[in-house]
């Protein structure tokens, strides 16, 4: 099991950006893919991208690249996702997840391990 916990949400005006942060605790992580995903009141969980935290390779929701960028710190068991140009529409909460396989999954029922989220908020 991974414990993941989540910080650097907050609120902020629409063309900032933010930086998450996502520190896992537990088993090690070299067999492992770590995703982030958002949720925002009464829509589903959306999909923002994944990164092999072996190796660092990455995919992304096509509704992502560009604005989103996934990125690892092996040494700090943490991966990180930076958003630029934040929108009103990226209001969300916002999870890291951890799954078991080096399949660069994007379906939250890949996922096993949840951090608990953190809060983003863009306004106008």
């Known amino acids: 099991q991974v414990q993941l916990v989540e910080s650097g949400g907050g609120s902020v005006q629409a063309g900032d950006s933010l930086r998450l942060s996502c520190a896992a605790s537990?088993?090690?992580?070299?067999?492992?893919?770590m995703g982030w995903f958002r949720q925002a009141p009464g829509k589903e969980r959306e999909f923002i991208a994944v990164?092999?935290?072996?190796?660092?390779?990455?995919s992304y929701a096509d509704s992502m690249k560009g604005r989103f960028r996934i990125s690892r710190d092996t040494a700090a068991r943490s991966i990180y996702l930076q958003m630029n140009s934040l929108k009103p529409e990226d209001t969300a909460l916002y999870y890291c997840?951890?799954?078991?396989?080096?399949?660069?999954?994007?379906?939250?029922?890949?996922?096993?391990?949840w951090g608990q989220g953190t809060q983003v908020t863009v306004s106008s």
């Open positions: 990164i092999r935290f072996r190796d660092g390779t990455t």
């Open positions: 537990g088993r090690t992580l070299g067999r492992y893919v």
């Open positions: 997840a951890a799954a078991s396989t080096l399949d660069l999954v994007s379906s939250p029922d890949a996922y096993v391990d």
